[in-house]
C-alpha cells in the first residue's frame, strides 16, 4: 500500500517513516499549497536524507506537466537525494510522450551524477486523456513500475459526481469497475503494478477495505492510504491469507504429482486441480513470497 505524505509537513513525513506502509510517497502536488511548492522540495530532499526509511519504497509526487513547477521538482529532488529516493510519480498523465519527458529528463540526470541504480517511475491515471492512452502509458518506457487509479481526480475530468468517490453514490454496481479493469488489464500486459488511488474518508475503515478487496479482485497489488488510520485495513486486505496460500501450495505440490503419474486434472478435496488452476494461485504465491510468508 502507498501512504500519500504531504511534502510540507515536516510532522506528517516523520510519522510516515515510522508508520507500517511498505511505500510512502512524498507530495509537492495537490497536497500542497501552491506557495508553499518551492519550500517542500527542500523539506522533502532533507526528510528522505535524515529519516530512516528502511523497508520502505521512497517516492515523490511530482507536480504535473501543465505547471511550471515539474521540471524543477524532478531536478532539485533527484539531483540532491537519488541516494535516498527509488521512483517518481507523474499524475496526471495523458499519454506516453508525457512519461518520456520525465524519463528523458532522468537519464540525463543519472548520466551527469553517474548514477547507476535506475530511478523508477510510477503514474497516475486520473485524465479521461489517460485513460483513454492507458495501454501505449503502460507500455511507454521500462523505467515505468506502476500504473495508479487516481479517482478523485478522473471523477473531475469525466464529470462523475462527487458522491461516487464517497461510496454513497447509490450507483447501480460500482462505478469504478470499467477504469480499474482497464488499468488492471494495461498494467498485468506490462508487468507493472496496478494500485488503487484514494479514498478520503478516513473514518469510514469499512467502506475502505471493500474499496480495496475491489481493487484486489480484479488484480490491483495496493491502495493508497492517505492517512494513518489506513495502513492497516489495506495491509490487512493485500497481505495474502495463510490459509489460502496453504491450499494454493499444496495445489502445487498435489498437481505435480499428477503431472509425474500422467495425470493432467486430478481432484483435491473436492476441487479439480489442472494446469489453468494452478496458473491461478501464482499470483497469490508470488504476493506471499514477496510478503515473506
Ligand atoms: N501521513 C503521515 N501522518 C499523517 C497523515 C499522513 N497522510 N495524515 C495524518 N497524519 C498524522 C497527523 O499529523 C496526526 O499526528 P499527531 O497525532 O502526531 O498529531 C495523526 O496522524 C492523526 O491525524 P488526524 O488529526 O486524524 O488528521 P489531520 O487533521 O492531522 O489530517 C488530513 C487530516 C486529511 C489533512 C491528512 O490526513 C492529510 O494531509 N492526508 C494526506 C493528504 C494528501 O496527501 N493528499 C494528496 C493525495 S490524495
Ligand atoms: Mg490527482
Not at 227 to 245: G, K, N, R, W, Y
Request: charged share 30%; with cysteine.
Amino acid at each position: 500500500m502507498q501512504l500519500a505524505v504531504p511534502g510540507s509537513s515536516e510532522k506528517m513525513m516523520s510519522k510516515a517513516a515510522g508508520s507500517k506502509a511498505d511505500h510512502v510517497f512524498l507530495d509537492l502536488e495537490d497536497a500542497v499549497a501552491p506557495k508553499e511548492k518551492v519550500a517542500s522540495r527542500r523539506k522533502i530532499i532533507d526528510a528522505l536524507k535524515s529519516l530512516d526509511w528502511t523497508g520502505k519504497t521512497r517516492c515523490v509526487r511530482i507536480n504535473d506537466l501543465t505547471t511550471q513547477w515539474a521540471y524543477e521538482d524532478i531536478i532539485s529532488v533527484v539531483e540532491e537525494a537519488h541516494e535516498h529516493l527509488d521512483t517518481i510519480m507523474l499524475p496526471k498523465a495523458r499519454s506516453a510522450s508525457d512519461v518520456l519527458f520525465v524519463d528523458t529528463l532522468l537519464s540525463q540526470i543519472e548520466k551527469k551524477l553517474k548514477i547507476e541504480r535506475r530511478i523508477g517511475i510510477e503514474v497516475l491515471i486520473e485524465e479521461v486523456e489517460g485513460m483513454l492512452n492507458v495501454e501505449e502509458i503502460a507500455f511507454s518506457t521500462p523505467r515505468l513500475e506502476a500504473l495508479i487509479f487516481g479517482m478523485g481526480d478522473y471523477s473531475a475530468s469525466q464529470g462523475i459526481d462527487p458522491k461516487v468517490i464517497a461510496g454513497k453514490s447509490g450507483y447501480p454496481g460500482d462505478a469504478w469497475h470499467y477504469g480499474r479493469w482497464k488499468i488492471a488489464v494495461a498494467a498485468r500486459a506490462a508487468k507493472i503494478d496496478a494500485i488503487d488511488g484514494p479514498f478520503p474518508d478516513f473514518r469510514d475503515a469499512e467502506t475502505y477495505s471493500e474499496e480495496c478487496r475491489r481493487g484486489l479482485l480484479l488484480g490491483f497489488v495496493g491502495k493508497w492510504a492517505i492517512h494513518p488510520a489506513q495502513i492497516e485495513p489495506a495491509l490487512s486486505v493485500f497481505t495474502p491469507d495463510p490459509a489460502a496460500v496453504a491450499k494454493a501450495r499444496r495445489m502445487v505440490e498435489v498437481y505435480a504429482q499428477a503431472e509425474k503419474d500422467g495425470l493432467g486434472a486430478i481432484a483435491m478435496d473436492g476441487e479439480m486441480v489442472d494446469a489453468a488452476t494452478v496458473r491461478m494461485v501464482q499470483d497469490i504465491l508470488q504476493r506471499a513470497d514477496s510478503a515473506g510468508l
